[in-house]
């Protein structure tokens, strides 16, 4: 099976990274079209060798592709999706617009394909820090259950996209030059600071960030009732989030099997080895798309409790290639 | 009262920041003598305007000092601090020599002042991240109780002193430049990058700053059961560290009454209003001595659990301005 594909989206940090991915995985495709806004149309974009002109976005032309892989701030998604989402045009939406609602399936292949439906017309794609955390407990739920779990992230910029990427740089360089700190993209300055505000806030003082990590969990993982608990924080690097994690499990373990077991998880790597300094870094997740765990523990004081340390690329496995990989399940 | 006063370690980060921080609070003292080892001998810090030269420290010379401010590696302080130390030598240590010997207080000021002796001889300075930590559990505890503490640190590179400053900024140089990854003084790169590694690390897993923060926090609460679980992570940061902190208490709690309990606490400033950009950032700890605390909220699942985001100047809170308060203590 073979699809007419379209990128909605394409001249963006992750539609640029779909396209790349949709190339090296050789992707089982008749087509491909880009979509973006006006400001885009025009550009090309390179593909297989040949340069493919990015096209101004309208439902009529998104409509005439099968599959659609769609990376869009959440406010445009929310308004255009549904006009284009039906049994002939299966969109794929990076955005947040669809994850929480009911009916949508919201995937990580690994852990919950069994939800893509026989006739999708949207399937969610989750937010990077909930996709690498999911991969980490998905086979710690299944086979011990999840009594809680605490997590604090370590977000790069490249999750604000192009720009924030380019502040980074910007702010850095101004700042050992002159030492001058000037934020350029974000409300604070982000060059060798630390900035816990991620998306907006809710009333009862989380981030929207937060609140998206245990209700998507929750979602993936089939468990209405998860206790989960974020922290996030963004960091002054360019590409790979790192997450730290304690858990409390339902049940007694060994930490050997704990290890096994993450060894074995699709897409997890186990990299624990702290006194050879082999441990999860954001840099590592530029140069593989397995998301590492390490430093894995037990806590001194209450036996049925862990820290693991995780990190992956949110631009690669945390948005394009998921996507990429939810509509491998579909061909 | 007016003491003799000599600062051991004087050409360290922390050293020169012990001075600095003498001179700003005009603390009580007939004069002033430096110590350092041999190869920073002869050059000069100044004081009050004056050029005070750098000795090469010996047993005898620092003997002839009523109190001393030491910051020095932990085997040099462990091997030498003992035998200054005495009813008319007090040394005031910033290592982590004796920071669990028994009889040895612990102190931070503001929250066990009383756990100082009548007479005593070496006084410890805790390590950076549980300082800013206990400043902020103290009343909590006090209050409600205790229950569970996780946190996971961000922690700058200036904890490791002014060589490991100097390699962030050389890699941010370099990666800027040449986009080249090179470590200059962690084993792994630290420029636009995270490394959850501090000290060496224990065998069941825990690096040995997670340890201390464990140790130290149940030592200066005087609570040895308390559950603290701590991940620490390096940062590419230079002045200033983070805590993202999870805290179950005891007792039910209203949000207000937290946050009223933290404005109140000596040595805090709440800084809560993230819609308005007000959350606590290393940055800022560069301009304050006080440690912030902000994104303050209630869990949503567990009522008697909060979170808390906290920062300090590891520099001058965490080490030099806290071990110059115990000093002031003994005046």
Redesign the interface.
Known sequence: MSYNIGVLGASGLVGQEIVKILEERDFPLENIRLFASERSAGKTIEFKGKKVEIEQLTVAKAKESELLLSSMPSGISQEIIPEIADSNTIVIDNSSAFRQVEGIPLIVPEVNREAIPEQPEIIANPNCSTIQLVLVLKPLADKYGLDEV?V?T?QSVSGSGQKAVEA??EE??EQ?KSGK?QAKYY???IA??????IDY?HG????NEEVKM?NESRKILGDPEL???A?C?R????YGH?E?C?LKLNKDFKLVDIKDLLAAAPGVRLYDD??K?E?????LSEETDETLV?????????SR?L?L?ITANNIRKGAALNAVQIAEELV
Do not use: M, Q, W
């Open positions: 605490v604090s370590y980074l740089r850095s360089a050992l700190k409300k604070r300055p060798f600071n630390l900035l816990p505000a806030f009862d003082g989380f981030s245990l206790h989960l608990n922290t924080v960091v002054p690097v360019y790192a730290s304690y702290p006194e300094a441990y999860p870094e954001p840099v390490g430093r894995i523990r037990r806590d001194r004081v209450n409790a820290n340390y």
